[in-house]
């Protein structure tokens, strides 16, 4: 008889799933717009983000009732690799994750 382990899902492994159920958004510009405009629920960013960049985006998300940001440890190329985009990307903004339960339930 084997037992069967549960695999902890991370946060790698949901986003594909936000991505194809819910609703993001990829890229600076796009992502300041959508958290001065109250729609953004989440922030991915990754690691080789520039760090004026990365600021301002926290400084955005902290106008926006505490917005959660994950740091992706990866660079940006990992991440779109993660999302399966052909181009490079450094910050998603999570609109809607559809069935992938990435936000934190007190801010739903």
């Not at 382990?5 to 819910?22: H, N, R, V, W, Y």
């Not at 958004?25 to 080789?48: A, D, Y």
């Not at 779109?80 to 999570?94: D, E, L, N, T, Y």
Request: charged share 25%; proline share 4%.
């Amino acid at each position: 008889m084997t037992k069967k382990s549960k695999k902890e899902t991370t946060f790698e492994d949901k986003l594909p799933l936000a991505i194809q159920t819910g609703k993001v958004i990829f890229g600076f510009k796009e992502s300041i717009r959508s958290l001065v405009n109250s729609q953004c629920k989440m922030l991915v960013i990754t690691s080789n983000l520039q760090p004026l960049q990365k600021r301002q985006l926290e400084y955005y998300a902290y106008l926006n009732n505490n917005v959660p940001i994950y740091s992706f440890l990866g660079t940006n190329n990992d991440l779109a690799q993660s999302c399966g985009k052909f181009f490079r990307v450094g910050v998603v903004s999570i609109l809607d994750d559809g069935e992938a339960d990435l936000i934190p339930k007190e801010m739903n």
